[in-house]
């Protein structure tokens, strides 16, 4: 040998053994969150055909398959009603003898334990399919977040450890936080959507909760982020953390692993990142192809969403996860 190489980073790589000594991140069950999807009747079990795996359950059925969940580790979920009530103005996201009320109720009553996040916006239950109120071709803020407190308080009287406002309108958490006090609801946790980008990967989603296309004002980005700002995270970030966010979250997260650090390093709020529906859906999509691994993609994807600093994890692929880490499988 004609050199002596003082530093060479592949011993530590030689063996999966040594591997593993140094690996700095490692998923748990406990970091996942799984979002689910309802929909009205019993016994229903309907497959979501632009998410392959994924189903809308009726209330009966959910509380089953929560319970073997629960049984994996998976002791969080967040609910998405979808329902055929739309209206102008989507009343009836505050029915009390609603979906989603009902569903928790059930869910609360079978399973006590099980920690539940609901969402809060109004695309499901608009004939628009806009998160918020639409008044002369734009979504009024304060219109929307009026209705949004109380929805918030329709949810949590039917039993949500969280309620989840995924609509981007400003002020909603504070209004949120004031209302679900001064109604005595002051354990509820706000898990606020606050860096959510107008994405076009939540396509997918947008087939499961069978929203209408958006056909007066065509896309979401008066309210939802461009993808092109990160410095505007910070703004939300620092609102919500005044006005009683209890965890920010960042949506989507592959694309996003760079507002999910920031966040990380900036705020001391836990940080949560959404793997939404279009980025399951392509990594189904091209392991069917036989292009890549599914295994694989998915358990890459959630260590590297969790390496660039997710506390916690909205991802489709919870259960299938819980399943791979509960073999004791290492990342290796
Ligand atoms: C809407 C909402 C969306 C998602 C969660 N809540 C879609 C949207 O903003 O149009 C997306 C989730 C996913 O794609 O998995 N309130």
Known sequence: MSYSL???NRRNRSSSANRGLQRETRLHPDQLIYPMFLCEGSGEKQPIETLPGQFRWSPDRMVEICAENQKKGINTINLFGSTNQKSPHGESALDPDGLV???VRLLKQELPSLNIQSDLALDPYTTHGHDGILINGQIDNDATVDI?????LVHAG?????VAPSDMMDGRVGAIRHFLDLNGFTTVNILSYTAKYASCFYGPFRGALETAPLAELKDKKTYQMDPANRREAFREARQDTAEGADAIMVKPASHYL????ALKQN???????????G?????????????????AAMEESLLCIRRAGADM????????????????????
Do not use: C
């Open 313 to 332: 994890i909205l991802t489709y692929f919870a259960p299938e996860m819980a399943d791979r880490l509960n073999q004791g499988i290492s990342h290796d």
């Open 267 to 277: 705020f001391d709020l836990p940080v949560a990142a959404y793997q939404v529906s």
């Open 258 to 261: 760079d507002v999910i650090l």
């Open 148 to 152: 949004l407190q109380r929805m918030a």
């Open 158 to 162: 039917a039993g949500v450890d969280w």
């Open 101 to 103: 009320p009902t569903a």
């Open 6 to 8: 003082p530093q060479r």
């Open 279 to 295: 980025e399951y859906a392509m990594m189904h999509a091209a392991a069917q192809k036989g292009w890549i691994n599914l295994t």
